[in-house]
């Protein structure tokens, strides 16, 4: 079983900034791709950014240049440092790993949400 705990959500002014976390323990071979997703109330699940194993990021249109997202395989542990945070940024933020529980099988975890909140 793997287990992923996320924290640093919470409620920021417009132009704050909110630095997430989260963990990844458990029966873990190794881990492939980490990434954050987020949900807005009435909206899809979006993706928001993405790190390979190598450390290639990917990122949302939305929030490029404002949003970083970082891991340290030695913590299993991936970071969303989110900047020059916007209303439009509200959302609940999940994150997702990739893990390698042995060799052939992998299992797409997801964290249990963290609420973000941007007033105005």
């Known amino acids: 079983q793997v287990q992923l705990v996320e924290s640093g959500g919470g409620l920021v002014q417009a132009g704050g900034s909110l630095r997430l976390s989260c963990a990844a323990s458990?029966?873990?071979?190794?881990?492939?791709?980490m990434g954050w997703y987020r949900q807005a109330p009435g909206k899809q699940h979006e993706l928001v950014a993405t790190i390979t194993s190598g450390g290639s990021t990917n990122y949302a249109d939305s929030v490029k240049g404002r949003f970083t997202i970082s891991r340290d395989n030695a913590k299993n542990t991936v970071y969303l440092q989110m900047n020059s945070l916007k209303p439009e940024d509200t959302a609940v933020y999940y994150c997702?790993?990739?893990?390698?529980?042995?060799?052939?099988?992998?299992?797409?975890?997801w964290g249990q949400g963290t609420q973000v909140t941007v007033s105005s």
């Open positions: 997702n790993v990739d893990v390698v529980l042995r060799i052939g099988v992998r299992h797409s975890t």
């Open positions: 458990g029966s873990i071979f190794s881990i492939n791709a």
